[in-house]
């Protein structure tokens, strides 16, 4: 079976692949977890031609919400043209028509896994996460009905404890990724892989961030200046990796999350994790005019 | 000329706990039947009885894990007020983490046996909302010292530890927010019986310093004995008797309660 097979192209009044049925129940959903920040809604997954885990979820969400004027960007661990990320990106085109960019600022729609881009989204943008692990109370409670009843009595207690440990065992919170954020000052949530870095663009933003789970069936969002909290000790600060310093091989850009490359003789190499900001920071410096916009951080720091 | 004299001031002072005509059944076994009982402020409450009469039954209703089909619950105590048992799943929550403490018989109960000791204490501060680590790791440092557990073993699991050790974690959990009401489940039950003399003179020395009010269930005579200022005899769901501890000890009046006493004896 082929891909062909299971679509069609895209037609004036049909388009994205899933149904009206399909799409009206996406679209209640998104109003739902809009309506009650951070707070996970569980919804009707449907069946895209891509294996669950892969973000199904994400590419719902994405194609109830684009029409073929929409331009979309895709990335996946901040690069648009790794093959996960083309291939979502070349899918969302064939099935709704829609225009494709990798210019974060000219795209209305980002799909994305693992990061959140450098530049700061805007109040027209929206941001889907694909979410692989929706449930920030798993490790303290693999009971899920026991967990839904905790995020009721915002019974958050077992997460500060294991951040507690973190802090006894090695001495400082060891949780890298998808670290659990307090939406709205009420709801605990895993805001996707993303490093620490990117959880505080999530915070007052003017985009709104939907964020999916296919294979969970949960969705949850943060809408447009919403209070994006890291769960914190009071006199242990929140920390981000600390790239602020580093500096990009291929574009020389400095102050951004990079991707590290192991070198042959034990060395490391970095290189700017959004590729797109690498790309649009060389053709700025081959003369090709300025096309980088304002970044959530500036010399390495996030202003408060 | 005449005299006035004041009441006696126990008459002045209300019940700190009262539970009233309590039933629970399970099935078909009627754990515990019409019971009723009171606290006083800073006094120990022994409940002593034959395996399976209904001790842990009414201990954890005492502790809001488990609601009767009939009864009443009060605790005199600022912002808490009315049945207890009609509070919803969160105020119950609320004012057992902050308000009331418990040891179980079983730690496994009341423990998280695979993280630090003084995470297990730190947690009950969590659940208050205190969120600088700084105090949380001196609250529950200071609270595991009261307990006198060996403060070389702060971070250590409880899975590690001594069955008399898992106690004493226990009893730091119940006793670090200061609760009013300290619930004790045959605290010393399956400990050896020099460990077992330790763990009831650290209570004992707890009661005197911080006039907590206790109820304490035991089928050991021997334990109720130590630290019980009354004593409340239960046999098939029901309380047979009730007296002042020496009253109990030196006259029973109830056929069961002579027998219980006579055994010991
Ligand atoms: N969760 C339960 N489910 C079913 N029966 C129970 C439960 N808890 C207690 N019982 C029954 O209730 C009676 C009283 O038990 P319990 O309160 O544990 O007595 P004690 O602590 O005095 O030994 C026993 O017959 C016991 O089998
Ligand atoms: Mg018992």
Redesign the pocket.
């Known amino acids: 079976m082929s891909l062909s097979t299971l679509t069609k192209p895209w037609e004036a009044m049909s388009y994205g692949f899933l149904d009206g049925s399909a799409k009206r129940e996406l679209r209640r959903k998104m109003l739902k977890s809009v309506a009650v920040p951070g707070c996970q809604m569980p919804y009707a997954s449907r069946e895209v031609p891509m294996a669950r885990g892969w973000g199904t979820g994400g590419l719902q969400v994405s194609l109830t919400l684009v029409n073929p004027q929409t331009r979309v960007k895709v990335i996946d661990q901040g690069a648009d043209d790794s093959v996960n990320a083309a291939s979502i990106r070349r899918f969302i085109a064939r099935v709704a028509g829609t225009h494709t960019t990798m210019d974060t600022l000219e795209a209305d729609l980002i799909q994305s896994r693992h990061r959140i881009p450098e530049e700061i989204l805007r109040e027209d943008q929206v941001l889907v996460l694909q979410v692989p692990n929706p449930e920030p109370l798993r490790p303290v409670q693999p009971n899920m009905s026991i967990a839904r009843q905790m995020h009721a009595d915002a019974d958050y207690g077992r997460m500060w404890l294991q951040l507690y440990e973190q802090i006894v065992r090695s001495g400082r919170v060891m949780q890298g990724a998808s670290y659990p954020s307090l939406v709205n000052g009420r709801h605990v949530m895993t805001p996707s892989p993303i490093p620490r870095w990117d959880v505080p663009k999530l915070h007052m933003a003017k985009h709104l961030t939907i964020l999916s789970a296919g294979r969970e069936k949960r969705i949850f969002a943060v809408p447009p200046f919403t209070r994006v909290e890291p769960l914190v000790f009071s006199d242990v600060p929140y920390k981000v990796e600390g790239h602020g310093h580093l500096t990009c091989t291929r574009s020389g850009t400095t102050g951004f999350f990079m991707n590290e490359i192991p070198q042959d003789d034990g060395s490391s190499a970095f290189e700017v994790s959004d590729s797109e900001w690498g790309v649009k920071t060389i053709r700025a410096h081959d003369g090709e005019g300025e096309s980088r916009g304002e970044t959530w951080y500036k010399d390495g720091e996030m202003p408060q | 000329m005449t005299l006035t004299l004041d009441a006696p001031r126990i008459v002045e002072t209300r019940p700190l706990l009262e539970v009233h005509g309590v039933s629970k059944s399970?099935g078909t076994?009627q754990?515990v039947r019409n019971v009723s009982a009171h606290a006083y402020p800073g006094e120990v409450l022994g409940i002593v009885?034959e395996?399976?009469?209904?001790?842990?039954?009414l201990l954890r209703m005492m502790n809001l894990e488990e609601i009767p089909e009939t009864g009443s619950y009060t605790l005199d105590l600022p912002d808490v007020s009315g049945n207890l048992f009609e509070l919803d799943r969160f105020a119950r929550r609320m004012l057992c983490a902050t308000k009331i403490g418990i040891v179980y018989q079983n730690p496994h109960l009341g423990l998280l046996m695979k993280h630090s000791s003084s995470g297990n204490v730190a947690e009950r501060l969590l659940v208050a909302g205190e969120r600088s680590f700084a105090t949380l790791r001196q609250a529950a440092t200071e609270a595991l010292e009261a307990s006198e557990f060996p403060l070389d073993r702060l971070d250590a699991p409880p899975i590690e530890l001594s069955g008399g050790m898992q106690q004493r974690v226990q009893l730091a959990k119940a006793i670090a927010l200061e609760p009013a009401l300290l619930l004790l489940d045959e605290p010393t039950t399956g400990l050896d019986v020099s460990v077992q003399a330790l763990v009831l003179d650290t209570l004992k020395r707890l009661q005197q310093d911080r006039q907590i009010t206790m109820v304490i269930?035991s089928h050991d005579l021997g334990v109720i004995r130590t630290l019980a200022d009354r004593v409340m005899v239960m046999r098939r769901?029901e309380v047979v008797e009730t007296g002042l501890a020496d009253q109990i000890f030196q006259d029973p009046q109830h056929p069961y309660t002579q027998q219980l006493v006579h055994a010991k004896l």
């Open positions: 399970y076994v754990a009885g395996s399976g009469s209904g001790k842990s039954t269930v769901g």
